[in-house]
T-cell receptor, first 113, second 112 residues
Framework: DAGVIQSPRHEVTEMGQEVTLRCKPI?????LFWYRQTMMRGLELLIY????????DSGMPEDRFSAKMPNASFSTLKIQPSEPRDSAVYFC???????????FGQGTRLTVV | KQEVTQIPAALSVPEGENLVLNCSFT??????LQWFRQDPGKGLTSLLL?????REQTSGRLNASLDKSSGRSTLYIAASQPGDSATYLC???????????FGGGTRVLVKP
């Protein structure tokens, strides 16, 4: 397996634009997590899914953020409209229920100017 | 209050010295704890996973211990090398189907 795959790796956008981040989890994993990493706040959980269903979205900053998982092999995180304070590295991770490791993608570095 | 804490935030050691990285957690409910390494501008690489029923895990020069009663995990890296320079993060999972909660990380510099 190629691991968790995120795209794009880098995204630069103007304030007010819509941004969509994509993630393909490891095949067979039934949990998918979206994290955001900043210097000030470290790694924060935004939302996670189990079997494509959102379980905990309490970390989603505000209504501008939304996430979907239409099937077991794909998830998106959308920011609309984007703001400069959304600039961060966004990570996707996947794992299975039980005593297994979580694996992270390489992240998407988002810059909103 | 931070649920998972890593102190110190940064550490510098000469090459060859053993590294001791600390991770403490306030919530005693733990399913497993995972240590990660992150290089600048890169993603997180899993190093070791310790289940709540285990006391330690070893992989090469790395050894991680878990003491649930005191709410601590320690990552030991023997005979450090400049290539070990990175940020090390611990993450705790409270239950089997639960999220990972991360510490703030310890940034390590191993000087040649």
């Amino acid at each position: 397996d190629a691991g968790v795959i995120q795209s794009p790796r880098h995204e630069v956008t103007e304030m007010g634009q819509e941004v969509t981040l994509r993630c393909k989890p490891i095949s067979g994993h039934d949990y998918l997590f979206w994290y955001r990493q900043t210097m000030m706040r470290g790694l924060e959980l935004l939302i996670y899914f189990n079997n494509n269903v959102p379980i905990d979205d309490s970390g989603m900053p505000e209504d501008r953020f939304s996430a979907k998982m239409p099937n077991a092999s794909f998830s998106t995180l959308k920011i609309q409209p984007s703001e400069p304070r959304d600039s961060a590295v966004y990570f996707c991770a996947s794992t299975s229920w039980g005593a297994t490791e979580a694996f992270f993608g390489q992240g998407t570095r988002l810059t909103v100017v | 209050k931070q649920e998972v804490t890593q102190i110190p935030a940064a550490l510098s050691v000469p090459e060859g010295e053993n590294l001791v990285l600390n991770c403490s957690f306030t919530d005693s409910a733990i399913y497993n704890l995972q240590w990660f390494r992150q290089d600048p501008g890169k993603g997180l690489t899993s190093l070791l996973l310790i289940q709540s029923s285990q006391r330690e895990q070893t992989s090469g020069r790395l050894n991680a211990s878990l003491d649930k009663s005191s709410g601590r995990s320690t990552l030991y890296i023997a005979a450090s090398q400049p290539g070990d320079s990175a940020t090390y993060l611990c993450a705790k999972r409270r239950a089997a189907g639960n999220k990972l909660t991360f510490g703030g990380g310890t940034r390590v510099l191993v000087k040649p």
